[in-house]
């Protein structure tokens, strides 16, 4: 009975993505972009992040590179990083995802943070390459800036 | 057998009216205790911001400017919990619905015995757990800070409180439970950077509200100090904040502050959530402060994550 019930199940789950099953591919690739571009924002982070806590020796040039590559892609066009139906409410996408639905729901908000983003990253790019100083000062900005969205469009971490 | 009944009934009418006294209002913080400690405005900013008041206190919904504005902080925000749901005060200078009428004592009472100045017990979903470690002066500044805000006008919702809970009076005997005003961790000799930072932490930061797990009562398991624990909003759970490898085993102190400063993790993700308000709060400490907090999370000892399932 409780086999029966499994198999019911699984069949339920497979013909509801059968029916989309080639768009759920789609999103996957999609969503495995986006999180690769937030881990080239977390890469240039680490160079300057580091210096700023003392980790690794300031060094202008490298800060300066790894602001400017910052603003760089905060300014790319990302638009097509992020359809509807790609947030963790939809189905399929629960462990693939933390993208919460208002990213859609509330729009332009999710714009408006992403441009406040850019402004805190095109300050940080004039600043990162002065002195230590200048780019611990700066830090902050940044920080509010991923805060931006990451506060309301991102669900929690689930645990393990 | 009479008196057998007797004695009885005198020992069940002793124990009740023991109850009853124990679960009495504790007596206010005196004018005089405060009389030496005139408070601070410039000091009572960063009690405030270390006592992260603005956090639950500020209106629902309301955006942070990211600049240093201080929000309004005329409450309303809605707290779940196991005995129900919390509605934040307004704690503005408003006379009629804020806190413009209270005295420096009254104040000091609020926040040191959790007691209204009409003498009645407050929930503990404001924390004068770890309130009442704080120094009388941290307090009087702290009053000082308030009473320059912009006061407005709005009347408090009432809590929407299961039964018994919404007996105020049984709060007493929580309290007598499990009411530790002492330090939290002792380490004997410790350098004056590791004393101030668990004075914020066990103290003003309240950190331990939400970092450590609670019993079924709602009290904090001191035994498993900062060991995270269930979200008592319910959404997921709060982190391990011990120096164990499921908490903040791989945190170096620079990697601590920079979090608190920046919000960054030592893997370059951003803080999210509730805390990406506290934040907001410890990011305008002192520098020291925040040194101070990581050497304290590096010193207390490590317990593993509680279960929360």
């Not at chain 1, 759920?24 to 495995?32: F, G, L, S, T």
């Not at chain 2, 509200?209 to 909003?233: I, K, M």
Request: charged residues 20%.
């Amino acid at each position: 009975m409780i086999k029966l019930k499994g198999i019911a199940a699984t069949l339920v789950t497979v013909s509801a993505l059968g029916s989309s099953g080639a768009f759920a591919q789609d999103v996957e690739k999609i969503i495995e972009a986006r999180q690769s571009l937030m881990h080239l924002y977390a890469f240039n982070l680490g160079t300057v992040g580091e210096m700023a806590k003392g980790n690794t020796e300031y060094d202008a040039q490298l800060a300066a590179t790894a602001a400017q590559n910052l603003l760089a892609l905060a300014q790319m066009n990302s638009d097509r990083l992020w359809p509807q139906g790609s947030s963790k409410v939809d189905p399929g996408l629960e462990d693939t995802t933390r993208a919460l639905p208002e990213i859609w729901t509330t729009m332009p908000k999710l714009s408006e943070k992403h441009t406040d983003l850019t402004t805190a990253l095109e300050t940080f790019a004039t600043v990162a390459g002065k002195d230590l100083a200048s780019l611990r000062g700066g830090m902050k900005a940044v920080g509010d800036g991923c805060k931006g969205c990451h506060q309301d469009f991102r669900a929690k971490k689930e645990d393990s | 057998m009479k008196l057998c009944f007797k004695l009885v009934a005198l020992a069940t009418a002793g124990a009740a009216a023991g109850l009853w006294m124990i679960s009495a209002p504790q007596p206010a913080i005196s004018a005089d205790a405060l009389a030496s400690v005139p408070g601070d405005l410039q000091r009572g900013a960063e009690v405030f911001h270390i006592g992260g008041c603005a956090s639950c206190h500020m209106p629902p919904d309301y955006e942070e400017p990211n600049t240093d504005t201080i929000p309004p902080l005329s409450g309303g925000k809605r707290f779940r919990t196991p005995f129900g749901t919390f509605v934040a005060p307004n704690i503005t200078p408003d006379k009629a619905t804020g806190i413009g009428t209270w005295s420096t004592s009254e104040f000091a009472t609020a926040l040191l015995k959790g007691v209204s100045p009409r003498g009645e017990h407050y929930y503990p979903a404001f924390p004068y757990t770890s309130y009442n470690r704080m120094t009388l002066q941290d307090v009087a500044d702290l009053k000082a800070f308030i009473d320059t805000q912009p006061a407005v006008s709005r009347p408090n919702d009432r809590h929407e409180l299961d039964f018994p809970f919404s007996l105020r009076r049984g709060l007493g005997l929580w309290k007598y439970l499990y009411s530790q005003p002492e330090r939290v961790i002792d380490f004997g000799d410790a350098d004056s950077e590791l004393r101030r930072g668990q004075y914020l932490v066990e103290g003003p930061g309240h950190c331990g509200e939400c970092h450590s797990p609670r019993n079924v009562f709602g009290a904090t398991d001191y035994s498993r100090w900062l060991g995270g624990g269930a979200n008592p909003q319910g959404d997921g759970s709060i982190p391990n904040i011990s120096p164990h490898r499921s908490g903040l085993g791989d945190w170096s102190e620079a990697d601590i502050a920079e979090y608190l400063s920046s919000g960054f993790t030592p893997d370059y993700d951003v803080v999210g959530s509730e805390m990406a308000d506290v934040v907001e709060n410890t990011a305008r400490l002192a520098a020291s402060d925040r040194k101070a907090i990581a050497a304290y999370l590096k010193a207390i000892p490590a317990v593993e994550a509680s279960k929360t399932d």
